[in-house]
């Protein structure tokens, strides 16, 4: 091989290797864009429907539907109204879920003396990293269990805020921790329950 031929060979190899390099950074980058595009915004309204996408022009009609469908750093922008259900917190992800007032509307969470439970993080479902934020839970009654709250975290669940809540006027606990871990209450008003406002068992907590 004439010295010609030998450096033609390593320019061609030099080519090959930016190439290489360029196309690993492009994909890395692809890669990242879509991760951090890959979270959803959903919006529930009473007008709304559970058939639609929980879109903003197409909202889901109960915070169930969108605790159904949330995944790790999604976001569920609710509007103003009253929501007649009792919502199981249900999904988990190291990235965190948050179920937050729409633009500071008011947004109810309603037992009607029917439901046992505003909130639940039950020991059924795998619920961590979740904040929930500007929401008012009221009326929670007996209906038969032991345990009553406006808002229940069973126990294994960690890295719970709960910001700026309201718990009134709930025959049972405004707030129950049970063995629970990272859990912080913030710019909250517990007032009116028949029982103890915040009740901490077993559980790393903090209130402001």
Do not use: W
């Amino acid at each position: 091989m004439n010295m010609i031929s030998m450096m033609e060979n390593i320019k061609k190899t030099k080519l090959l290797k930016t190439t290489i390099l360029v196309s690993c950074f492009l994909f890395l980058f692809c890669l990242k864009a879509t991760s951090a595009d890959a979270a959803t915004t959903y919006y529930v309204a009473t007008t709304g429907s559970d058939t639609n996408p929980g879109i903003q022009v197409q909202p889901f009609k109960t915070i169930q539907k969108a605790a159904d469908t949330a995944a790790g750093g999604d976001t569920v922008n609710i509007r103003a109204g009253t929501y007649n259900e009792q919502v199981y917190v249900k999904n988990s992800s190291n990235s965190i879920i948050t179920f937050q007032n729409y633009n500071n509307e008011q947004v109810i969470i309603d037992g009607q003396d029917t439901r046992n439970y505003g909130i639940i993080f039950s020991n059924s479902y795998t619920a961590n990293y979740i904040t929930i934020k500007g929401i008012i839970v009221r009326n929670v009654a007996n209906r038969g269990t032991s345990v009553m709250a406006g808002i229940y975290i069973s126990s294994g669940k960690h890295h719970i805020l709960l910001d700026s809540v309201e718990s009134h006027d709930n025959q049972g606990f405004g707030i129950l921790l049970d063995s629970t871990n990272n859990v912080t209450i913030q710019n909250s008003h517990i007032h009116h329950n028949g029982s103890d406002g915040i009740i901490v068992e077993g559980t790393s907590a903090y209130t402001t």
